[in-house]
């Protein structure tokens, strides 16, 4: 892909929008949860180009890191890994109608199942290839998201151990998600954790006692040690995004740097307005500067008018007026940076950036949505 670039040395500076993405990062962040997980095995979450990081290098450092699985939503995500030569177990949990079964089994793609004529739909591909699907059943126990209802439990766990004894599935875990496993206490975790029981319990007892039972997400992961089982589902933290600030930072460190550069710079008197409908108006004699970023690439609209700020030089300077399609413009002040200096729009913070989980908290987002917004057009330059 032409949007994947390696940084090479010092010099290459990107021009214009960016993100680096800092491989070193994930895999520390990666070993960070799997002694957090204390022997059971990491599933990272690679879905959505590994939350924007870019698929293929974040699923490789993650697995240098200590995770053993990936798990994504589109199928489609899964066989990209594969083509990138990865040969790590890969769980798809999203396939749609239209899915390519025959590709996912030849594969070897591990699909999560939550209706029996899906299911049937693999067994019908498994037979065709004369090879046996591996299947994760997905239970709801609370979100209404993905999963058999408490109600519809006992058909899936029957067609599944039918599929399993006739040999053409191999029915390799069983999953639930949280819904507010980052909110601690929250009475749904022990409900769905309850939940979850019932409905392992209910699966072996009519025969299907499958070798991953799976429910922890990076929140659970990290706080909630009943709820990891046989293996542990992280994504948010891998990329060093910390899912429960309340309760520390773990030590993760963002792996992503969102850049551009200033494109031009100008001097305006005060009183000026400043972009789409001149919300803002320089409170006193001041400089600007343009840069070639805007919600088109990622950065939210809303921005603006929070008056988030971005760094030029070490220093921050806010945006004035609006975020345009794919410009912005800053009030630098008495500073007068160069056309092509670099602006810092968010990172690890070491140069005075705000966080991702700051940004999202000032815009009322959440981080997952800000960096898996970043189109996948946008060059991301990987730093090892
Ligand atoms: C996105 C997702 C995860 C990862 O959640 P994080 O909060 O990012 O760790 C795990 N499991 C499923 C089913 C998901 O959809």
Redesign the pocket.
């Known amino acids: 892909m032409d949007s994947m670039i390696r940084r090479t040395g010092t010099t290459d500076v990107a021009q214009g929008t960016h993100a680096r993405i800092d491989l070193a990062a994930i895999s520390a962040n990666t070993s960070i949860l799997a002694s957090a997980a204390k022997g059971t095995p990491v599933m990272a979450?690679v879905?959505s180009n590994a939350?924007g990081h870019g698929l293929v290098p974040a699923a490789r450092a993650a697995l240098a890191g200590g995770a053993s699985r990936l798990?994504v939503?589109h199928l489609e995500d899964a066989l990209a890994l594969r083509r990138a030569d990865i040969t790590a177990p890969i769980l798809a949990?999203l396939p749609l109608c239209q899915a390519d079964y025959d590709a996912a089994i030849l594969a070897d793609i591990e699909l999560g199942v939550e209706t029996p004529w899906r299911l049937a739909l693999i067994t019908e591909a498994a037979e065709r290839n004369c090879y046996p699907a591996r299947v994760h059943l997905e239970v709801d126990t609370g979100m209404s998201r993905?999963g058999a209802t408490r109600g519809d439990w006992p058909l899936l766990v029957e067609a599944a151990r039918r599929a399993q004894g006739a040999g053409r599935i191999t029915v390799t875990g069983v999953?639930s998600?949280f819904a507010c496993?980052?909110i601690p206490g929250h009475p749904s975790i022990t409900a769905q954790l309850d939940a979850f029981e019932e409905a392992v319990g209910y699966a072996a007892a009519a025969g299907v006692e499958p070798e991953l039972r799976h429910l922890a997400?990076?929140?659970a992961?990290l706080t909630l040690p009943e709820t990891h089982y046989d293996l542990v589902?992280?994504?948010?933290?891998?990329y060093g995004l910390n899912?429960v600030e309340a309760l520390g930072d773990f030590g993760l460190r963002p792996a992503m740097t969102l850049c551009s550069t200033v494109a031009a710079v100008k001097r305006i008197p005060a009183g000026t307005g400043v972009m789409y409908g001149l919300t803002y108006r320089a409170p006193a004699d001041t400089t600007v500067a343009v840069v070639p970023v805007g919600y088109a690439d990622g950065l939210p609209r809303g921005a603006g008018t929070a008056g988030i700020e971005l760094v030029v030089a070490g220093r921050r300077h806010r945006i004035a007026g609006v975020v345009g399609m794919e410009q912005t413009v800053l009030d630098v002040g008495q500073d007068l940076p160069s056309p092509g200096e670099e602006v810092v729009l968010f990172g690890p913070g070491d140069d005075g950036e705000l966080t991702v989980v700051e940004l999202a908290r000032r815009l009322d987002m959440v981080p997952?949505e800000i960096v898996a917004r970043i189109p996948a057009t946008i060059p991301r330059i990987y730093e090892s």
């Open positions: 979450v879905k939350y798990g939503a949990w993905g999953f998600h496993s980052d997400n990076s929140a992961l589902r992280t994504g948010l933290a891998v899912p997952a």
